[in-house]
């Protein structure tokens, strides 16, 4: 079976501080992985993933996550954050043991202090 | 350029009432989704449909029903709502069941007394 821990329910920067979000999984597979945001009262949005190939990924809005498989991790970083950076933050993991279907971690609300 | 839509945006239910959430979507997808989101369990598959056709059970399907209306229309239904499943609940799509990117609708905030 197939399972996210996000580490940090809640994190704290400063704006212009790096964000790192923790994230690691569990598959029995090679997975596909996935980093979602989610706005206040709004549905979640796709910020980057990581299917095959390049282990660095980047995504939307300056976020980048690197897949490390000896660590099963994949960390979401920014190197300066910003105020609308503020959001809830979810990982995601896929695999061909669960159906490819989607398995969330328990998210991480990021806090951005002026 | 709607995407996903669900109804209601928020719905409050006493308990032992019924209730069918609906969501459509325009993308021409052939997945679709339901989950609901408690804080501090992300969010958690209660059905899914991978093709019109067919539907299949999450990790949390006791309570719920779902229907697969046609390729567009997936909708779940409560038929005796209890405390347990005041949550968020999200309809998402994606193209197939292969990982490529899921959308998703605004939510139903639904609350039950």
């Known amino acids: 079976a197939q399972s996210v821990t996000q580490l940090g329910s809640h994190v704290s920067v400063s704006e212009g501080a790096l964000v790192l979000l923790r994230c690691n999984y569990s598959?029995?597979?090679?997975?596909?992985l996935f980093w979602y945001v989610q706005y206040p009262n709004q549905g979640l949005q796709l910020l980057l993933k990581y299917t095959t190939g390049a282990t660095l990924v980047k995504g939307i809005n300056g976020f980048e996550a690197e897949f490390k498989k000896s660590e099963t991790s994949f960390h979401l970083t920014k190197p300066s954050a910003h105020m609308s950076d503020a959001a809830e933050y979810f990982c995601a993991v896929s695999g061909a043991d669960a159906g490819n279907m989607l398995t969330f971690g328990g998210g991480t609300r990021l806090m951005v202090k002026p | 350029n709607a995407g996903v839509t669900q109804t209601p945006k928020f719905q409050v239910l006493k308990t032992g009432q019924s209730m069918t959430l609906q969501c459509a979507q325009d993308?021409?997808?052939?997945?679709m989704y339901w989950y609901r989101q408690d804080p501090g369990m992300g969010l958690r598959l209660i059905y899914y449909?991978?093709?019109?056709?067919?539907?299949d059970k999450g990790e949390v399907p006791n309570g719920y029903n779902v229907s697969r209306l046609n390729k567009r229309e997936f909708s779940l239904r409560l038929e005796s709502a209890a405390p347990s499943q005041t949550s968020v609940y999200f309809c998402a799509s994606t193209w197939g069941t292969d990982n490529t990117e899921a959308f998703f609708g605004q939510g139903t905030r639904l609350t039950v007394v």
């Open positions: 598959s029995s597979v090679p997975p596909y």
């Open positions: 993308m021409n997808h052939n997945s």
């Open positions: 449909s991978a093709s019109e056709g067919t539907t």
